[in-house]
């Protein structure tokens, strides 16, 4: 994660009561936003603020645009009927790009984080020499803002989110990408973007972005138990060309010291095993990653003298029913629980969620991934394994929650 907020004149300090201001309107805004709070009274109720504060805090929201006030709100409660809030959906909006390594998706946000815009620019990464693919990637950010959106507005955008496959070098000021796009893109490049839009820019890693998209979906399927140790702590795991995952730990994502945790791809499953390019052998993600599951498929195939599977969809298909295909699946999902029973040792979560595209391998997969999972030690009581419910959006939809929920400011 990554936020390069625009240069501002001034110390940048902040008092005490300005902090304390911005945390309470904040959170009316929050409250507003998620649905919890539909008027002052109910606000009143749920935060240590007297009325007359919380209404000088609700002025200012709807005067900055972010709230509107919808006339009586329905109640049984006897007395004059308070004022309905809901969020101002359309006065502001986020724009977010996904870079992959195929091209980059645009998506234009609503506050409430509802897609009003979706478009893909295609861009082959590996066309792109080292010394000029960070420029090549936010020049085509700029024109895509500039010339290619048709509802985007700088006026009323509230910041710009890139969610890509690596992680951020502090030390270097370089986002790491090299594994999925084959360079890494500079700090400089990014800043220099933002200084021809004049739009602060918020950088996030993609499998992070669909962990915490994942975890607010949770919430809002459990609006009883928010606060549940299963749903604010979590092991996502995205597997795709490689295995990467990311920690949700106290209802917030866990980057680590260093901003490098969740390489489970690089957990060592056979020292002996298959080299991978981070210089070890026998990473897991060598073994179980989409590519992976379909060729050791296609070969247990042809030594059976069967078919060989053309596509993860036909493998999908037909594994349940032909059995040397189910075999190799099996072989993949115990593979697959070797890691999984090691990030959970280690960090002691027991709630698991696969996305990434594994998804299309059914609840076949799933149950011989929990079956070997429960093959294990009492250690792995009560484990939780589910594929994503976020939905395709789930790395841009994260992006923009994230922000709103963490990063976003209304009086600083």
Excluded: W
């Excluded at 607010?216 to 996502?236: E, V």
């Excluded at 106290?250 to 010291?257: E, K, L």
């Excluded at 690089?266 to 990473?283: E, L, Q, S, V």
């Excluded at 002691?348 to 990434?356: A, D, E, F, N, P």
């Amino acid at each position: 994660m990554k936020y390069l907020p625009q240069d501002k004149l001034g110390s940048g300090h902040t008092g005490y009561q300005q902090q304390v201001k911005e945390a309470n309107i904040k959170s009316i805004f929050d409250l507003v936003r998620s649905g919890k709070c539909k008027s002052r009274a109910e606000i009143v109720r749920n935060m240590n603020l007297s009325a007359t504060s919380v209404s000088v805090l609700v002025e200012e929201l709807a005067n900055r645009k972010l709230i509107d006030e919808t006339g009586p709100a329905q109640t049984t409660l006897p007395g004059r009927r308070p004022i309905s809030l809901r969020l101002n959906k359309n006065a502001h909006h986020l724009a977010v790009f996904s870079v992959k390594p195929e091209g980059v998706r645009f998506a234009l946000l609503s506050l409430e984080c509802k897609i009003l815009e979706d478009r893909f620019f295609p861009l082959d990464c590996h066309t792109l020499s080292e010394a000029t693919a960070g420029d090549v990637y936010t020049q085509l950010f700029d024109d895509i803002l500039r010339n290619q959106s048709k509802r985007f507005n700088p006026s009323k955008a509230v910041m710009i989110g890139v969610c890509f496959p690596g992680i951020y070098i502090e030390r270097d000021h370089l986002f790491h990408t090299e594994t999925a796009l084959g360079f890494p893109l500079t700090e400089e490049s990014i800043r220099r973007f933002q200084q021809r839009v004049g739009l602060s820019v918020f950088l996030f890693n993609s499998t992070r972005s669909m962990a915490y998209a994942e975890k607010k979906y949770l919430d809002a399927a459990n609006p009883d138990a928010p606060d549940a140790p299963d749903i604010q702590n979590l092991i996502f795991v995205e597997i795709c060309r490689g295995i990467r995952c990311s920690f949700i730990s106290n209802g917030d994502i866990y980057p680590g010291p260093f901003n490098v945790s969740g390489e489970i791809g690089h957990f060592t499953i056979d020292y002996k095993g298959r080299p991978c390019a981070c210089g070890n052998r026998g990473c897991l993600e060598r073994y179980v990653n989409l590519d992976a599951i379909l060729e050791d498929a296609q070969q247990v195939a042809r030594a059976a003298g069967i078919k060989s599977p053309e596509s993860l969809e036909e493998l999908a298909e037909r594994y349940p029913d032909e059995p040397a295909l189910l075999e190799s699946i099996r072989q993949s999902a115990q593979l697959l629980a070797f890691g999984l029973y090691s990030v959970m040792c280690s960090s002691g979560m027991r709630r698991i969620v696969l996305g990434g595209g594994i998804e299309i391998m059914g609840d076949g997969f799933l149950r011989e991934v929990y079956h070997a999972l429960c093959s294990r030690t009492s250690l792995i009581r009560h484990v939780d394994l589910t594929y994503a419910q976020a939905g395709p959006n789930a790395d841009i939809l994260g992006v923009a929650e994230h922000y709103l929920d963490k990063v976003f400011t209304i009086t600083m």
